[in-house]
């Protein structure tokens, strides 16, 4: 005899009737408060929350009972239904689960005898049917089962029932952002730093368990908005357009080269239900703002959304540069000698800038096995920088060569300015073949366009009695970039009986990216503008993949499940210079195979996966984009349009528990690139620091992960989440590595206060990052929420803080080429404090979702800095 732990989800609407039949008439009054399903308490045949879960002891045998659950109007599968085993009489479930995305479940290791199968999801009817175990027939097949959809109109208001602010899934683990009150009036990036495994510098810059190489989606598809500089992009999605968070470390072979590290999948907030409803916001605040506002109609087989938001932000922010030059030459006494170089800059800046996004999505259903979608993304965003810099460089004795005013001493007033306009149109086509046969065809299209133009103009004066009405120098340089991505792809999934699945696909990428640049100088003597030919260029890169897949997924037995997968893919390359009169060509074919293996441990909601992937990452414009930076002539930056494609080999064992509310996840992984991009610094003989990229570095990476989520109270929400990993990095061709214990930790809790208000809070510590020639300083970060729910849910006001006792994080950079020791420091003024306001509307009617397929290129290695153009801008 055992008595099995069902998850709270696949019993909630059960144990919801089963608590309506045994209460008194009067508990069925209406209530204002929304209940866990997502209904309102008080709304006709919405289920009354459960308490507590009450199963019978339920005898164990060899008997198994699998079915498909189906809308009975579309005949499309009822994802995530409940399905409960109840006794012949009586009505506590004696065993029970949750049909998967495709409507199917199973119910194994019962004994024989009478029972009722009860099968339940929001939005509909329940269905009640009896079902019989006899010996000699302990397999019971009960095909497509059809439940009807009840038509409860919510009046004014959607009321979505609570989650648990993080959720672990068998593939991936889910921040539900949404349920987080501090994100209320914030960026992406804000959210971004909650989620499982994520880490997002003050900066900006993100990494998936200590490694920068990971592909961001949106809504599951990439994103010309977030193409490039992942930084600068996420400062334009608001985080109230953010339902949630999808961290996906171990991806299957239909996935494209995801990176070494991963996904990280960004849900927007979409509905799919029936009639007219939408939202409105509006945050204030003393580091960033946005307003958003959102529409959603459906009505038969036709749905429409849309959504506006605009944003602006301000940043002040200073930058201290202390650096030792080795090996400098000079002139002394005309004798040509070897010195030391010191510099030191002071810059102090202030920083704005705003943009907005729209979207509108058109679906279309003409029939109950056909589906159509359309949907067009677009944004625009501009910031602007001004600087005040003071540059002194000295030398131990004598003076270079070349010191002259472009290289000494100086001050400078700057202003970078940045534009970015982008877009992303996607159509797809559905077709299924029935529930019941669980095949499924998809085309997908998807093209895709960003255009950034960055620009810098800079006016020198001597560092002693400057005389601004007499500059010494001046320097511009626009630098237009482009990149147009178009992508082509189907897939197929075909089952072979219950437990094997095959799908295939092929894939056909196109993209252009084009680089113009240029700098123009006055002359010392004349004043007047020229054109700096070593400078100035045009560039532009072809890249083209063709990419075809297949996985394979097995059931063995009742505890083991196995996925075998592998993609093939060739990529094609050419780039050219207009100055050049020879191109560059490059064509290699790669096979990247994946591996997965399952066990079902005894403990209901327990499992143990490892996994094996190969991946690979090809560099995007970012690292491609030749611009030349000079504007600090001290310290230049520039883009490798001749670097290869990164190979990573991954290696993931994961435990996962599910038990009263409480979620526990430990991974365990190893990461290994041969020939990994990295950042190169160099000096030259006059002392002054390139900084580029180069395939030159081997990086391995040992880690542990731990996350984990309770429920100690009622009213509180507790979760938190440690990784820890060893680093080691080590190049050839510098001659030089790299070594260390890297580890990160956060927590965010959440109480309910009683009468519509809550609090919720959030603090993150990260430790020195390692890098191939140097390390970054540790840093910390940390969030108060309080809200308060108005008008029966209606609307909501939520006052936020970051970093509310600390006025600048404090982050340095260190790194040594051998000839020169630098350390930059960067004061990142992040205090703040806002007051968000939201508001929603509508009349809706409870339909249920349809999953949605969707285009994801997720192949190219892209900037986690900087300013997304290239590195030299």
Same mark, same amino acid.
């Given at each position: ?108 290791? /019962? +004994?024989? *005898?009478?029972?009722? @199968?009860? $099968?339940?999801? %929001?939005?509909?009817? !329940? &269905?009640? =049917?009896?079902?019989? /175990? +006899?010996? *000699?027939?302990?397999? @019971?097949? $009960?095909?497509? %089962?059809?439940?009807? !959809? &009840?038509? =409860? ?721």
């Amino acid at each position: 005899m055992k008595t099995p732990l069902l998850p709270m989800l696949a019993l909630a609407g059960v144990l919801a009737q089963e608590a309506a039949a045994q209460a008194p008439a009067a508990a069925a009054a209406p209530k204002p408060a929304g209940g866990p399903s997502g209904i309102p308490t008080g709304a006709p045949g919405a289920p009354k929350p459960a308490t507590q879960l009450v199963a019978l002891p339920a005898a164990r045998g060899t008997g198994r009972l699998s079915g498909v659950v189906l809308d009975g109007a579309t005949k499309k599968p009822v994802e995530f239904a409940t399905v409960a085993l109840l006794p012949a009489t009586g009505d506590k479930p004696v065993d029970g689960t949750v049909a998967d995305d495709k409507g199917r479940f199973t119910l194994r290791g /019962l +004994a024989a *005898g009478e029972y009722r @199968l009860q $099968l339940s999801f %929001i939005g509909y009817g !329940a &269905s009640t =049917q009896p079902v019989t /175990l +006899a010996e *000699g027939k302990m397999s @019971l097949d $009960l095909g497509a %089962i059809e439940l009807k !959809a &009840s038509a =409860q109109q919510l009046s004014d208001v959607t009321v979505t029932g609570e989650r648990p602010v993080v959720e672990s899934k068998p593939d991936r683990l889910v921040y539900n952002a949404a349920t987080d009150n501090t994100n209320k009036g914030g960026t992406a990036a804000d959210v971004l730093r909650k989620a499982p495994m994520v880490s997002v510098d003050p900066d900006g810059n993100l990494q998936l368990r200590g490694s920068g190489n990971v592909r961001i989606l949106i809504n599951g598809k990439p994103s010309a908005v977030i193409s490039g500089d992942i930084a600068t992009a996420l400062k334009q999605l608001p985080g109230d357009q953010i339902k949630s968070v999808e961290v996906i470390t171990s991806p299957s072979a239909k996935y494209d080269g995801e990176g070494s590290a991963g996904i990280i999948n960004i849900v927007l907030k979409e509905n799919n239900l029936q009639g007219v409803n939408g939202s409105a916001g509006l945050a204030l605040g003393t580091r960033n703002s946005n307003g958003n506002f959102t529409l959603n109609a459906r009505k038969g087989k036709l749905g429409l959304t849309a959504g506006l938001n605009a944003f602006a932000f301000y940043a002040p922010g200073d930058q201290e540069v202390d650096r030792i030059d080795r090996g400098v030459r000079s002139v002394v006494n005309g004798q040509s000698v070897l010195t030391t170089g010191r510099l030191m800059q002071r810059n102090d800046g202030t920083g704005q800038g705003g943009g907005g996004q729209g979207r509108i999505g058109l679906e279309y259903e003409p029939a109950p096995n056909h589906a159509l979608s359309l949907s067009l993304n677009s944004a625009i965003f501009s910031n602007s920088f001004d600087l005040d810099i003071n540059n002194r460089y000295t030398l131990d004795e004598g003076q270079p060569t070349s010191i002259g005013p472009l290289f000494g001493n100086y001050t400078r007033q700057q202003t970078m300015d940045n534009a970015v306009r982008s877009y992303d149109l996607l159509g797809s086509y559905t077709r299924s073949f029935g529930a019941k046969s669980r095949r499924e065809w998809t085309v997908l299209a998807q093209h895709s366009r960003n255009r950034r133009q960055a620009d810098y103009d800079l006016t020198q004066y001597p560092l002693l009695n400057p005389d601004f009405n007499n500059p010494q120098y001046r320097e511009q340089s626009p630098n237009l970039a482009r990149n147009l991505e178009t992508t082509l792809q189907t897939d197929y999934v075909h089952p072979f009986g219950e437990k094997q699945t095959v799908e295939v696909g092929a894939k056909m990428i196109q993209r252009t990216v084009y680089s113009d640049y240029e700098v123009l100088r006055t002359n010392l003597s004349t004043g007047v503008f020229g054109i700096e030919p070593g400078l100035t260029n045009k560039f532009d890169y072809d890249q083209d993949v063709l990419a075809g897949y297949a996985t394979y997924g097995l059931s063995l037995g009742k505890n083991y499940t196995a996925r075998l997968g592998a993609r093939v893919e060739r990529t094609d390359l050419r780039g050219n210079f207009q100055n050049q009169d020879d191109e560059f060509r490059l064509t290699y074919t790669n096979v990247l195979p994946n591996v997965a293996l399952t066990r079902n441990l005894k403990q209901p909601g327990s499992s143990l996966r490892a996994t094996y992937s190969r991946r690979i990452q090809r560099p995007s414009i970012f690292y491609l984009n030749p611009y030349r930076n000079e504007s600090d002539p001290r310290n230049i930056t520039e883009g490798n349009p001749e670097l290869d494609a990164e190979f990573t080999d991954n290696y993931e064992l994961n435990w996962n528990t599910f038990a009263k509310g409480t979620s526990i996840n430990v991974s365990v992984f190893s990461r290994q690139t041969n020939n990994a991009i990295e950042r190169v610094y160099a000096t030259d003989p006059s002392g002054r620091v390139l900084a580029t990229y180069g395939n030159v570095a081997r990086n391995q990476t040992y880690g542990l992960n731990l996350f984990g989520s309770a429920k100690p109270l009622p009213k509180w929400d507790l979760s938190g989440n440690i990784s820890a990993f060893y680093v080691y990095l080590d190049s050839k061709t510098l001659h030089t590595s790299n070594r260390g214990v890297v580890y990160s930790a956060n927590v965010n809790t959440g109480y309910k206060l009683g009468k519509g208000f809550s609090f919720q809070a959030f603090a993150m510590l990260n430790s020195p990052r390692i890098q191939l020639q140097g390390s970054s300083s540790p840093w910390q970060a940390y969030a108060l929420g309080l809200r308060k729910d108005l008008w029966k849910g209606k609307g909501d006001l939520t006052l936020n803080a970051d970093n509310p006792f600390s006025s600048y994080v404090k982050l340095t950079n260190d790194f040594d080429t051998g000839q020169s020791a630098s350390t930059n420091t960067t004061y990142v003024y992040n205090r703040g404090v806002r007051v968000a306001f939201g508001y929603r509307f509508g009349k809706l009617e409870n339909k249920p979702s349809r999953p949605k397929r969707s285009i994801r290129n997720d192949d190219q290695k892209a900037g986690d800095g900087g300013n997304g153009q290239g590195p030299g801008n």
